[in-house]
């Protein structure tokens, strides 16, 4: 007999174990047969809770190896806002596979990005990794554009075979595939979608034709050093965006900070040319605020006005916990210095020296601007962070 499992996040059923992955108490298991999600997925569509952590790295990894063996091709959905960390795992598994990357959120962008900017950028920074043999889709599972495109294209290249879907947590896999299985009529439950990191919990099979390919949905891939994973779910619903950006525009004054939340900090150093500018782009959630250097460690520790906000009381206890520490970063004109899971600042002008303030194990990146005017030749030599890791650089230099 077939195993039966969750619809909404793939773990084997049973009425055993209350506090175990894939629990449905047995009346509701032969009450409900065909529409019976676990408890886990009840708790989290109804009330936004989670009584269970995401599954281990290790058994992440052994899921998406068996769910990519045999699979037609690699649909790998990444994250316009948080590209880096999205990106930031071993891309080397992915090279032998006919792979497909569809870059979602992209409504999060404001509205005049050209999408043909935005595809190049994207490829630019793929062939760096050495991934020189991909096709890339821009998607928003959130409004819908730009998916049909999608199914259309992987129903050309997978035909009757199985596409498996790959991830870090949190870039809208299972978002995507709900998407698809309401527009496409599906009937019964969909996957469930969450902002809590690690809903899918085991490979979750998604059949939406009779006569189509089969999606493979997969537990999200956990990145490290990723700030929002490090919050607790209020705190992370205000960095993590799903409305467009906030952008705010800071003339650079030597010796003054722009405070990202009360967890980031961002210091000009010695000489500023003139009409240097960083533009600071967040959620709408995340204050921003300027202060002079030396009032950058008062604030972390009790922080007043907006930036009290976020992170929480708790979070802030947590973060202040690993500590802070320092990094000197320099940045050139058309450069992105991104905090990952949190946000970034783009220069205009420079060179700029800055010192870079952030909680211990979290990580950064300095890349080509995603937006606005671009600099071909630092686009050329900007490697793509391969896996990221505590603190880790990743320098245009």
Same mark, same amino acid.
């Given at each position: ?7 909404? #996040?793939?773990?084997? &059923? ?6 175990? *992955? ?127 495109? &999608? ?24 978002? &995507? ?32 034709? *009779? ?20 919050? #607790? ?69 009790? *922080? ?94």
């Amino acid at each position: 007999m077939r195993e039966r499992v969750c619809p909404g #996040c793939g773990a084997p &059923l049973q009425s055993k174990e209350p506090e175990a *992955p894939g629990f449905v108490p047995a009346e509701v298991l032969e009450r409900d047969a065909a529409d019976a999600v676990c408890r886990r997925c009840f708790r989290l569509r109804h009330y936004g809770d989670i009584s269970h952590g995401p599954p281990a790295a290790a058994a992440v990894w052994d899921a998406i190896k068996h769910a990519t063996k045999g699979a037609a091709c690699v649909l790998l959905v990444t994250d316009a806002f948080d590209f880096e960390a999205s990106t930031g795992i071993p891309l080397r598994d992915f090279r032998a596979a006919r792979l497909v990357v569809a870059v979602n959120k992209v409504d999060l962008l404001p509205a005049r990005t050209p999408a043909e900017e935005l595809e190049h950028w994207v490829l630019e920074r793929l062939t760096a990794a050495g991934l020189r043999q991909v096709e890339v889709h821009l998607v928003s599972a959130r409004t819908g554009w730009g998916t049909r495109a &999608l199914w259309e294209r992987l129903k050309e290249v997978a035909g009757h075979g199985t596409v498996a879907v790959v991830g870090v947590t949190n870039v809208g896999k299972s978002a &995507l595939l709900a998407r698809w299985s309401r527009a496409l009529g599906r009937e019964g439950p969909a996957p469930t979608v969450s902002a809590v990191p690690g809903t899918t919990l085991a490979p979750l099979p998604l059949r939406l034709e *009779p006569d189509g390919f089969t999606l493979l949905d997969t537990p999200g891939i956990p990145p490290q050093g990723r700030i929002s994973d490090w919050l #607790c779910p209020d705190c992370a619903r205000r960095v993590v965006p799903d409305k467009r950006l906030n952008g705010r525009l800071w003339s650079v004054v030597p010796g003054q900070a722009l405070l990202l939340g009360g967890f980031a900090a961002v210091t000009a150093r010695g000489r500023v040319p003139e009409d240097t500018v960083l533009i600071a782009y967040g959620a709408q959630g995340l204050p921003l605020h300027r202060t002079r250097a030396e009032r950058v460690s008062q604030f972390f520790q009790a *922080p007043s006005g907006s930036i009290a906000a976020v992170p929480c009381r708790q979070c802030r206890a947590r973060l202040s916990a690993e500590g802070f520490e320092e990094h000197s970063v320099t940045l050139r004109h058309a450069q992105d210095l991104v905090v990952h899971g949190l946000g970034w600042v783009s220069l205009r002008g420079g060179p700029l020296e800055l010192t870079l303030r952030l909680p211990r194990g979290i990580s950064w990146t300095v890349r080509p601007n995603l937006l606005g005017p671009k600099d071909r030749v630092a686009a050329q030599r900007a490697p793509l962070a391969q896996e990221s890791a505590p603190a880790r650089r990743t320098s245009c230099e």
